[in-house]
């Protein structure tokens, strides 16, 4: 496990990572979390006295790493942009599983369940994530009938939370 202290910053102009807020892992750091590793991994371990899995590092091109930090995770933190953290990593071996229910409803639908499972496990995860964040048992059964919808009409994630958007505001 490595053990350091960085700064919360954030993203001016980045991309698609504009606004982002997130921790630098420097290349030293990064060489002792997986040596000679260049794509992104996941790791756990401590962000101060909370305890963080399944993260992603992302790499930056020049051998080091982002933590990108979203609001659920700064909110548990206490802290925000200029704040300084206590880290403590290691990686994250432990596969990623996608949420259970999804599986056993996808089943029911071949033609979706074929779609899901042809797609990369990280683009798996967003649709897993999404249902799983959901705060209420009606919304998620929602959000799962919306994943299969989108998995039987070959929708991307992206596509899906249109068409979501849409019907919700009309």
Known sequence: MVQFTAVIQQFAEQGEKTGWSYITIPQDIAEHLKPGFKKSFRVKGKLDAHSIAQQALLPMGNGSFILPLNAALRKAVH?????????????????????????????????????????????????????????????????????IIAMEKNMTYAEMLRLNAQSVNK
């Open 79 to 147: 802290k925000n942009k200029g704040a300084m953290l206590k880290i403590s990593l290691k990686e994250d071996k432990k596969p990623l599983e996608v949420f259970a229910e999804l599986l056993e409803c996808l089943a029911d639908s071949p033609k979706a369940e074929k779609k899901f499972k042809a797609l990369p496990r990280s683009h798996q995860m967003y649709y897993s994530k999404w249902i799983e964040s959901a705060k209420t048992i009606e919304t998620r059964t929602k959000r799962i009938g919306l994943t």
